[in-house]
């Protein structure tokens, strides 16, 4: 496609339950990048990968996250039982080089 | 530690009104300084990179600076639809970007 597609562009969750959320990136940047924005605060990187390499983990704030990146190309991120601070909207970019391309990001709820 | 400073956290102008939004960086061997735009609901929209100082970017209204401290984003006769909200960036040793906590522009007619 286009531009950088997440899914779902929102999603309202019990607290205590898993969640998946999707990235798919622009066809051929090898870098995918997983940011996490919450209200009144800057974009927390969450995770990175690069092509065939081991992705970049630093980010993830516990163990209940992870992430995924399938031949390449989409992603899925996984929350595990989650809280209630989890609440934010979740945000994918893609790279080729430099400069990343942002998509519209999934708005998380978890009441 | 490295860190991204944005000022103001908010800026109210008249339509016409020139002003300058500020992104101070205390970072360890600067790759590039990046600025975005940010509609409500949208993620950051690309506008400039800047590499080393004393480089400066244009597009339209906007023109970007960078110092060995700092960079400016200075709005020249702004329209209500520049109103969003400008993410300043770093890129240090990897590949990912440390950001800043914005600036919410708002512009009246």
């Known amino acids: 496609g286009a531009g950088v597609s997440q899914s779902p562009s929102n999603k309202v969750t019990e607290k205590g339950k898993d969640v998946e959320l999707r990235c798919d990136p622009i066809?051929?940047?090898?870098?995918l990048y997983w940011y996490r924005q919450s209200l009144g605060q800057g974009l927390e990187f969450l995770i990175y990968?690069?092509?065939?390499?081991?992705?970049?983990k630093s980010g993830l704030p516990s163990d209940r996250f992870s992430a995924e990146r399938t031949g390449g190309s989409v992603s899925t991120l996984t929350i595990q039982r989650t809280q209630q601070e989890d609440s934010a909207v979740y945000l994918c970019?893609?790279?080729?080089?430099?400069?990343?391309?942002f998509g519209s990001g999934t708005r998380l709820t978890v009441v | 530690e490295d860190q991204v400073t944005q000022s103001p956290e908010a800026l109210r102008l008249q339509e016409g009104e020139s002003s300058s939004l500020n992104c101070s960086y205390t970072?360890?061997?600067?790759?590039?300084l990046f600025w975005y735009r940010q509609d409500p609901g949208k993620g950051p929209e690309f506008l400039f990179t800047?590499?080393?100082a004393g480089e400066e970017k244009e597009k339209e209204r906007l023109k970007a600076t960078l110092t060995k401290k700092e960079s400016f984003l200075h709005i020249t006769a702004p329209k209500p639809e520049d109103s969003a909200t400008y993410l300043c960036?770093?890129?240090?040793?990897?590949?990912?970007?440390?950001f800043g906590t914005g600036t919410r522009l708002q512009v009246f007619p």
């Open positions: 970019a893609s790279s080729l080089v430099r400069g990343y391309t």
């Open positions: 066809s051929g940047h090898t870098a």
């Open positions: 990968f690069q092509g065939n390499s081991a992705p970049d």
């Open positions: 970072v360890s061997g600067l790759r590039g």
């Open positions: 800047l590499y080393s």
């Open positions: 960036a770093v890129q240090v040793n990897t590949d990912k970007l440390i």
